[in-house]
């Protein structure tokens, strides 16, 4: 059998999307928050179709980084169950598969949400992009991971806290805040049509390789914190 | 912490405060257009280089724990951390007072004032985690966290350049400096940076004693308590033609509340360490 740590993220990555297929509790639970902060903030702003253009990127956003952000917590408390996790700590494979596949799972899974509730926020708002679609596209693969690998590492470093669940946010929310500044930009910019996102664009992918590498850096050593 | 060192520290700190203070308060030529409430600017820009100096301290002390696991380094980054975030406080106190005078408005999202309030709640996230995490793993979560703090101001500040470049940049810099200004400023910078020095140095000792006598469950100094003043900010609102000088009086009182505040927490907190190191003998 190949050892490699490709294969080794594969198999993390198929386990994860088969017990969440299996139970579909964090998919549910997610798209339905994110319905509601959906519904919520149409009924707090009722915007006309100019203003939504202009505030649909951040409200999009602040939605998915709280779904996100309830999503991670879910990912990691699996592996309690059962001492998972102390399992994992104590097999030979390396624990960078572990995180990588933990990543791709999430990712994946906020990607779907995604795409299931782009169509809402469309109809909701009243939206049409005024700039070129494709480059939302980009704005979303980096900003989605950019909260993403952030968020996987946080919760990893939060479930060995008391509060767990409380834990994740306080934690999440100030390093991401340059990352949620710029996806919200660049949305606004491409949905407005009125400058380049170009900008914003470099900047995430900047902040994603930055981080992408802090986290393997430093992950064995959360893993393994005693 | 009773060594002879310590309160020589002491007394060289007391003297170079009383005599920056009084310059700044007293000496310090007038500024044409901001009149007394510039003098804000003496306790501002040296709160501002001790914070910075110490969060640098944080992450340097936290690199050097992931390398070597040592307990003093680990002592170091709470130190800078907590510190840190009393003197990036002042700050942020400070600063809105003087802007709400100079520029008519608390806050603007300006580059340095945004990285400066991130670094503000980097840092208390830092600290929380702290509190919060189970005893084993704190050092090694929270080292981690401040690597990752410590790469996220550059990106940032530079974040802020390019996005926000239409806002009014700060004004002290822009033109040369009146000397007689500049020279008290580095008084008030050297007094400042004595007093973040000692009061680190305090609060250092405080960690080796809770660490030596395993007091991990002493309660983590009640940070935040600079909170309390931000209602007095309505009062401003309130009344916008009020004299310079009590923009000025504002700020210096709002300072010394954090700092005083501050030390006397931690005496509070060494009281209380000191006791149960005295059970735990006895």
Redesign the interface.
Known sequence: MNHSIARLTWVNVRKDLRLEWRSRDVLNSMLFFALLVVVIFSFAFDPSVEESRRMAGGLFWTAFLFSTVMALNQSWARELRNGVLDAYRVSPSPSEALFLGKVIGNFLLVLLLECLMAPLFVIFYNLSSVGPVWQLGVVFLLGTWALVV?GTFFAA?SI????REL?LP??LL??S??AV??MV?ATTNVLTGESSPV??MK?LA??CV??TT?CFL?FD??LN?? | MKSKLFFLWSLITVGLLAYAVYEAAFVAPMEATMFDAQRIFYYHVPAAATAFSLFIVNCIASIIYLATRSQWADALAVTGAEVGVVFCGVVLITGPIWARYAWGTFWVWDARLTTTLLLWLLYVSYLILRRSSEAGSTSVLAASLAIFASLDIPIVYMSNRWFRTNHPQPVIFNDGLDPKMKLILMWNVFAFMALGILIAWFRYDLERLAQSINAAHIRKAARGGFAALLPGMFLFQVSGHWPPIRYFHAGAIAAWAIYLGYILILFRKFAGLKKEEAELRG
């Open positions: 952030n470093m060995r806290t008391r509060n834990m306080l934690l100030p390093i805040i340059p500044a710029s930009l900008l914003q900047f900047v902040y930055v981080f802090a430093l050593t959360v914190a005693e």
